[in-house]
């Protein structure tokens, strides 16, 4: 049980393009869904927390116009990283959590802006 | 602002050796989780603690909440090579319902055979 998928798994785009990341979980109902980025070796960077229906709640230092979060569904939240930099480049991981303080995490996404 | 110091950083050990990982932050946690990365995937959840002084063990692994729940430790007993990853600690604020974690910096934890 508490599988969470991610879509794609990699995506190599473009700078100036629009990249869409989808987040699901597969067998619970996610109250939250979260999005985190990640650097080599390191830690996990959150971005933004998301409940359907509602807007996300983005982090400090976190824009939100370019990185645009909807959770449409208690199964089903996406990431688009609109007008790409090669800055963006980076490993973009979502959790979820049912109801409680344990997240379930996707298994990421590889994105390489050129 | 919760902070969660995670030590080592980095550590590389031999086959066979026991090692500890360690979690620390000054507030305290309503429970604090462990996960375990392995490169290119997600975290993958490992344990969950959540009362204070609760140890809990996952075959070689033990885990321990610290009796003030402001920390908590991993230890590895008889390391494998299959160990190799990031082991990231995560603590919940007490109260709430945003269900935010406070993440670690990770330990990136390399097994030599």
């Known amino acids: 049980g508490a599988v969470v998928s991610q879509h794609p798994s990699w995506v190599i785009c473009k700078s100036g393009t629009s990249v869409k990341i989808e987040c699901r979980s597969l067998d619970f109902q996610a109250t939250t869904m979260f999005w985190y980025r990640q650097f080599p070796k390191q830690s996990l960077m959150l971005m933004a927390t998301s409940n359907e229906g509602s807007k996300a709640t983005y982090e400090q230092g976190v824009e939100k116009d370019k990185f645009l979060i909807n959770h449409a569904s208690l199964t089903l939240s996406t990431l688009t990283v609109t007008s790409a930099h090669p800055e963006d480049s980076s490993f973009y991981i979502c959790?979820?959590?049912?109801?409680?303080?344990?997240?379930?995490f996707g298994p990421g996404t590889r994105l390489t802006v050129t | 602002t919760q902070l969660l110091e995670q030590s080592p950083q980095f550590l590389s050990i031999q086959e066979g050796e026991n090692l500890t990982v360690y979690c620390n932050s000054s507030s305290v946690f309503s429970s604090l989780q462990w996960y375990r990365q392995e490169p290119g995937e997600g975290p993958v959840l490992l344990v969950t603690?959540?009362?204070?002084?609760e140890v809990k063990k996952l075959k070689r692994l033990t885990f321990q909440f610290g009796d003030a729940r402001k920390d908590s430790s991993l230890h590895i007993t008889a390391a494998q090579p299959g160990d190799t990853g990031l082991y990231l600690c995560?603590?919940?604020?007490?109260?709430?319902?945003?269900?935010?974690?406070?993440f670690g910096k990770g330990t990136l934890l390399t097994v030599n055979p």
């Open positions: 959790s979820a959590s049912e109801s409680s303080y344990e997240q379930y």
């Open positions: 995560a603590g919940a604020p007490p109260g709430g319902s945003n269900y935010k974690l406070t």
């Open positions: 603690v959540v009362t204070g002084g």
